[in-house]
Each structure stands twice: as structure tokens, then as C-alpha cells.
């Protein structure tokens, strides 16, 4: 249990002035040796119920101090998993516009050699198989997809850098 004086911050001193009594007795009351005089026990009682308010109020403003930290915390944590997200979205972007870049050239060397008088066959069946098969995974569906993914990204991000702001 605290004691008084820390409750109170006042020394023996300065508790006696107030409760109007004599040092000596409020030393014996600390002791519990005597009893304090009905009115010193009145404005004892009162001033302990004051701090025992303000204590609750210094209690919820600490709490509401700590929830503030709590949020702001998961708002940092939210804003560089977005951030990584959205480096993710851009290299997998870049990725596949590398990609569809290739296939368009392959699609380019595939329709010149089927020009060709001396045709390759072998070479075009190989193409033609792997044309189809990187439509399939390099699509600009794909592309339209990880874009709208991307906005979507940069739209949580904005909002959320808005509201670190504003804690």
C-alpha cells in the first residue's frame, strides 16, 4: 500500500499544517498509535478522495496515451506493408511488360520466318507452341489486373500516410 506521503506529496510538516494539528500527532496517527481529531480525519478524507479522482483521470489519460502509441504503431506497420505490396505489384509490372515485350518480338521473328522461301519448320512448330503458351501466362489482362492492383495499393497508402498525419 503507498503511503500517505507519496499519495499526498506532502511531508509531515506541511499534512499537519493543513489538517490543523500538531506534528507530533499526525506522526502518531502514521504509526497507529492515536486517531486523528473528527475534522482532521474530514479534510483528510476529502483531500484523499480528490487524488484518488485525479489519480483515475492521470490513469485514463496514460491509457488514451498508450492506445494513441497502439495506433500509431499498426498505421507505421500498415503503411510499410503496403509499401512492400506496392514494390512487389511494380517489380511483378515489370516483369510481365518484359515479358509481353519479348512475346511480341517472338510473334515478330515467328512471321518472318514463315516469309522465309527456305522455311524452318521446326523452329516455327517450337515458336508457335511457345506463343501459345506465353499468351496464356503474359496476357495484357494480367497487366490491366496488377495495374488496378497498383492503384489500389497507392489509394490505401495515400490514406493511410493521411491518417499518421492526423494522429
Request: net charge positive.
Amino acid at each position: 500500500m503507498k503511503s500517505i506521503k507519496k499519495i499526498t506529496g506532502l511531508t509531515q510538516e506541511e499534512m499537519s499544517s493543513y489538517l490543523r494539528i500538531n506534528r507530533s500527532q499526525w506522526s502518531m496517527y502514521v504509526c497507529g498509535k492515536r486517531t486523528l481529531p473528527i475534522e482532521a480525519t474530514k479534510k483528510l478524507s476529502n483531500l484523499l478522495k480528490y487524488l484518488q479522482k485525479n489519480e483515475a483521470k492521470d490513469n485514463l489519460t496514460e491509457l488514451y496515451s498508450k492506445n494513441q502509441q497502439l495506433i500509431q504503431d499498426e498505421v507505421v506497420k500498415k503503411i510499410n506493408d503496403l509499401e512492400i505490396i506496392s514494390l512487389y505489384i511494380n517489380r511483378k509490372i515489370n516483369d510481365l511488360k518484359n515479358n509481353l515485350e519479348i512475346l511480341n518480338s517472338t510473334i515478330n521473328t515467328l512471321e518472318y520466318l514463315k516469309s522465309e522461301t527456305k522455311r524452318e519448320e521446326l523452329l516455327i512448330t517450337v515458336l508457335e507452341k511457345r506463343i501459345i503458351k506465353m499468351k496464356t501466362i503474359y496476357s495484357l489482362k494480367n497487366l490491366n489486373d496488377l495495374e488496378m492492383k497498383k492503384k489500389n495499393i497507392e489509394l490505401e497508402l495515400e490514406y493511410m500516410r493521411d491518417v499518421k498525419k492526423g494522429l
